[in-house]
């Protein structure tokens, strides 16, 4: 029965995923991946939707929703402090307990995200094709696992980054 659901909504979630992203600016692999998790977590918790296909586009809209407003809310740091040479021994030693700090938090996420993320962080600077298969898991399911990780991450740190600013 799922199975025969699952395949029945192949196209209809590839066109749907396909048309919403590049409104998005993801891809549209990761927009589908998204929704296939979705829609196994909503079999595992409700059963099939009454109304496959009606579901299906729903979960797309929401899932390139959340995007768009994630992609808006994020930005990307200018320079990471590291990176920077002409620092003094202070500004080194601060980025360096910065590094280490992230790698200990990485190291304490759940499941496969902490394999994952060492993995994005390794100096190797490893391909997604290599990071997928040093973690048995398929290329594109990266992106979106990545980002649920991130999120992990984001929520891990918060009480640590929210203590050190100061107040009043």
Do not use: K
């Not at 589908?32 to 809209?61: C, F, I, M, N």
Request: with cysteine; proline share 7%.
């Amino acid at each position: 029965m799922t199975h025969d659901l699952l395949t029945h909504l192949r196209p209809l979630l590839a066109a749907e995923s396909s048309a919403e992203a590049h409104a998005t600016g993801t891809e549209p692999g990761d927009l589908e991946q998204a929704v296939w998790l979705r829609l196994l977590e909503h079999l595992a918790t409700d059963g099939p939707p009454r109304d496959p296909q009606g579901w299906l586009r729903r979960a797309v809209r929401a899932e390139a929703r959340r995007s768009r407003r994630i992609t808006r809310l994020e930005r990307p740091y200018e320079t990471e402090p590291a990176d920077d040479r002409d620092h003094g021994p202070e500004q080194l030693a601060l980025a360096a307990a910065r590094r280490r700090a992230l790698r200990a938090a990485v190291g304490r996420l759940p499941g496969r995200c902490s394999r994952l993320l060492q993995a994005f962080l390794s100096p190797e600077d490893l391909t997604y094709r290599e990071i997928a298969g040093e973690l048995g898991i398929s290329q594109g399911s990266l992106g979106p696992e990545r980002s649920r990780c991130l999120g992990c991450l984001r929520r891990l740190l918060a009480p640590e980054v929210a203590a050190r600013q100061l107040r009043g």
